[in-house]
């Protein structure tokens, strides 16, 4: 019954490389978003997605592409892996509007790019 | 814009001592604000957050924050600290109105000595 999940919790790759993180959230929440943190643990917003329309875009490369299936998924994919990509991946969600909309947050994916 | 910075990158505190945790915060525009816990290798987990009303906030495993709108800051205390509270700690910021995104500040590393 876990609220929000990623797979894969540790991904390896070589540069060049493409790979995808998967998230889904059973919660019913509406929006979705990817968070990274770098290795200083610097905590900064990638993407967010409401009813599967991106609405926010954080000067990210264009070698990522989020996409949203439905409103219960987001993933995010990654073209040609650079060194500097390196990082942990979160995937939240939370529901819209003022109030008490919580961003509840996955385990996290780790990715190493080599 | 806004931005979130705590005072402290590390704080080590005996076991059974009380900790303050800073934090400090910057927008030109209304924000909740939040405290998160990010256990090894976990995501994150909220510890508390202030939406409106009593600026003294409680949350889970008894830690408390106070905010501070002359001083534009949101400190987290807890009076009697256990070696399991050993984690990294953020605070965030989110606007009420407008994009939903936390604002992170650069985390705190809480340790425990027995």
């Known amino acids: 019954d876990t609220a929000v999940s990623q797979t894969p919790k540790y991904l390896v790759t070589q540069m060049g490389n493409d790979k995808s993180i998967k998230c889904e959230q059973n919660?019913?929440?509406?929006?979705m978003y990817w968070y990274k943190q770098d290795s200083k643990k610097f905590l900064k917003i990638m993407f967010s997605?409401?009813?599967?329309?991106?609405?926010i875009n954080e000067t990210v490369p264009n070698r990522f592409s989020p996409k949203s299936p439905d409103k219960a998924h987001l993933n995010l994919h990654i073209n040609s892996l650079e060194l500097g990509d390196s990082a942990v991946y979160f995937c939240?969600?939370?529901?819209?509007?003022?109030?008490?909309?919580?961003?509840?947050f996955g385990q996290g994916t780790r990715l190493t790019v080599v | 814009a806004q931005s979130v910075t705590q005072l402290d990158s590390q704080v080590p505190v005996f076991e059974e001592a009380p900790v303050e945790l800073r934090c400090n915060y910057s927008s030109s525009v209304s924000v909740y604000l939040f405290w998160y816990v990010q256990y090894p290798n976990q995501g994150l987990q909220l510890l508390l957050k202030y939406l409106s009303g009593s600026t003294l906030v409680k949350g889970i495993n008894g830690f408390e924050a106070e905010f501070n709108k002359s001083q534009t800051s949101f400190h987290l205390r807890k009076p009697s600290v256990h070696i399991s509270d050993t984690a990294e700690y953020f605070c965030?910021?989110?606007?009420?109105?407008?994009?939903?995104?936390?604002?992170f500040g650069q985390g705190t590393r809480l340790t425990i000595n027995p």
């Open positions: 997605y409401n009813n599967k329309e991106l609405i």
């Open positions: 939240a969600s939370s529901h819209t509007g003022q109030g008490d909309t919580e961003a509840f």
């Open positions: 965030a910021v989110r606007m009420i109105q407008g994009a939903q995104k936390l604002v």
């Open positions: 919660l019913g929440h509406d929006t």
